[in-house]
């Protein structure tokens, strides 16, 4: 089953089960990102900023253009970070709906005492800016299936793409058919998929991709020659 859950800037931080959260920790206490930045962040993965510091730090996002920096309104933005703040204070959620492969997030750093004349400026410093930068990969979930029934629940993110392909090693022939959840009459609809996703057919190889833009709650059956559901 594939729920699917969005989440603006500095919403607080939501999952059936907090410890299936991802939470990449960056270590802000010289005043900017370090160079040893984890391996893979994706959309839907948290970042937790800390620092070692007593003196406060304020984050906020920026745009990069050219060899400029500019804020952005309704950006992430996170205030008076030291280490006796709380983690949830130091916690931005990336739930972005992505188009691309991945994209940058440039931030800007500064000490909190001087954020009274720095927000007044339109441009921003580099030395505060450039080295603060986040790649997001685009969160693709795959999954590789056999013949043994594999039915789970996934919590999925506005524009996550989800890639099924299975091999029947029996000869076993096997289609995937999408029906969505009606809160209002409890009930379950078919989704009409189209000839790029998937085929009616049920095949011993086959492949089925989807990217989910819509909320609500999903199920994917897949389904034998014979239209039993094989599993969710």
Known sequence: MASLENHKPNDSLQSDDDDE????????SNG???????????SGDTIEFKTNQTDEYDIFQVYKDGVDY??????????????STTKNNRRILLSLSLHRSKIELYFCIIPSSQSGVVLKLRKYSNENCEKNCIIVHKSEIKFSLSDNKESQKLILHKGDTIELDWTSKRGNGY????????????????VEQTSEITTNRALSKGNFTKIFNEFGTSFLFRLTETNQIHDI
Do not use: A, T, W
């Open 32 to 42: 900017s990102f370090p160079e040893q930045m984890p391996n893979r962040i994706e």
């Open 70 to 83: 500019y804020r952005i309104n309704n950006g992430f933005e996170l205030y008076n970070i030291k280490n």
């Open 21 to 28: 959260d991802v939470i990449h920790v960056i270590d802000i």
């Open 175 to 190: 289609r995937i058919e999408e029906k969505k959840y009606c809160p209002i009459s409890g009930g379950l609809y078919k």
